[in-house]
């Protein structure tokens, strides 16, 4: 089986090439595995920011209309006042 010195080397090249297919192969599946890892990370980040995001547009949106509300209640409270500022100066007006 080994009658040269060139068997020898034959063998040993197709050891260190099957070692080396093999370090190729596992290195590659590691790079893989935090490939993954680093996509499931990002994807996380990703729906934490969605919900912020939602947080702040649903946020924006009471605080829009509220505002529309406040408005309202500001110009009813206005003719309230106006009207019980007029109903005042009707009695004072009666009494004298």
């Known amino acids: 089986m080994l009658e040269t010195s060139k068997d020898i080397l034959n063998i040993s090249l197709a050891?260190?090439?099957?070692?080396?297919?093999?370090l190729i192969g596992w290195m590659l599946v590691y790079f893989l595995?935090?490939?993954?890892?680093?996509?499931?990370?990002?994807?996380?980040?990703?729906?934490?920011?969605?919900?912020?995001?939602?947080?702040?547009?649903?946020?924006?949106?009471?605080?829009?209309?509220?505002?529309?509300?406040l408005s309202i209640l500001a110009t009813g409270a206005r003719d309230l006042v106006n009207y019980l500022i007029t109903k005042r100066q009707a009695k004072s007006s009666r009494k004298k």
């Open 33 to 69: 595995l935090i490939i993954r890892r680093v996509v499931k990370i990002l994807q996380g980040v990703e729906q934490a920011m969605n919900k912020i995001g939602d947080f702040v547009d649903l946020a924006r949106e009471k605080l829009d209309h509220s505002a529309s509300y």
């Open 15 to 22: 050891v260190s090439v099957f070692g080396l297919a093999f």
